[in-house]
T-cell receptor, first 114, second 112 residues
Framework: DAGVIQSPRHEVTEMGQEVTLRCKPI?????LFWYRQTMMRGLELLIY????????DSGMPEDRFSAKMPNASFSTLKIQPSEPRDSAVYFC????????????FGPGTRLTVT | GDSVTQMEGPVTLSEEAFLTINCTYT??????LFWYVQYPGEGLQLLLK?????DKGSNKGFEATYRKETTSFHLEKGSVQVSDSAVYFC???????????FGTGTRLTIIP
């Protein structure tokens, strides 16, 4: 089985531009998580979904960030407008209760906002 | 709320040394405990887990025992290799919740 797929792997954009990160979870997993990782703040949970429904978005830093999951095989994290402090590695992970809370992480998207 | 505390890094060891990375937790109920590893440039991957008190998780020579009396889940390996250089995260889940609470991570560097 393919693992969690994220695209793009690297994104460089200018401040003020819209950025869209994409994630395809493992087939059959009904939980999807978005994380952000920086040297200063470590690993932060931004939002997670269960059966395509957002369950907890308390980690979303501000209104510039939004996430959607239109179907079981696709999710997006959008930043509009982007700022230099958004530069980080963004990870998507998925899980299934059948696997005892083990989360499977994607390779991440490294975002640089100049 | 639930929390995980792990030893500050970075940790630098010589090859074949004994490794311990401490992890303690605060949680109500009976959480499941995990160690994840992140190799350079990659996402996190599960290293081992334990779901109840006194369980021992093990993988790739690493071990950790779920100690409820001391609320700990310390990671150990008897003889580390250069390829073990990575960041290690302790984590817990509680009440059957798929959400994980992570520690801050410990960077481990093994020198030949």
């Amino acid at each position: 089985d393919a693992g969690v797929i994220q695209s793009p792997r690297h994104e460089v954009t200018e401040m003020g531009q819209e950025v869209t990160l994409r994630c395809k979870p493992i087939s059959g997993h009904d939980y999807l998580f978005w994380y952000r990782q920086t040297m200063m703040r470590g690993l932060e949970l931004l939002i997670y979904f269960n059966n395509n429904v957002p369950i907890d978005d308390s980690g979303m830093p501000e209104d510039r960030f939004s996430a959607k999951m239109p179907n079981a095989s696709f999710s997006t994290l959008k930043i509009q407008p982007s700022e230099p402090r958004d530069s980080a590695v963004y990870f998507c992970a998925s899980s299934s209760p059948d696997r005892g809370s083990q989360q499977y992480f994607g390779p991440g998207t490294r975002l640089t906002v100049t | 709320g639930d929390s995980v505390t792990q030893m500050e890094g970075p940790v630098t060891l010589s090859e074949e040394a004994f490794l311990t990375i401490n992890c303690t937790y605060t949680a109500t109920g009976y959480p499941s405990l995990f160690w994840y590893v992140q190799y350079p440039g990659e996402g996190l991957q599960l290293l081992l887990k334990a779901t109840k008190a006194d369980d021992k998780g093990s993988n790739k020579g690493f071990e950790a025992t779920y100690r409820k009396e001391t609320t700990s889940f310390h990671l150990e390996k008897g003889s580390v290799q250069v390829s073990d250089s990575a960041v290690y995260f302790c984590a817990l889940s509680n009440f059957g919740n798929e959400k994980l609470t992570f520690g801050t991570g410990t960077r481990l560097t093994i020198i030949p």
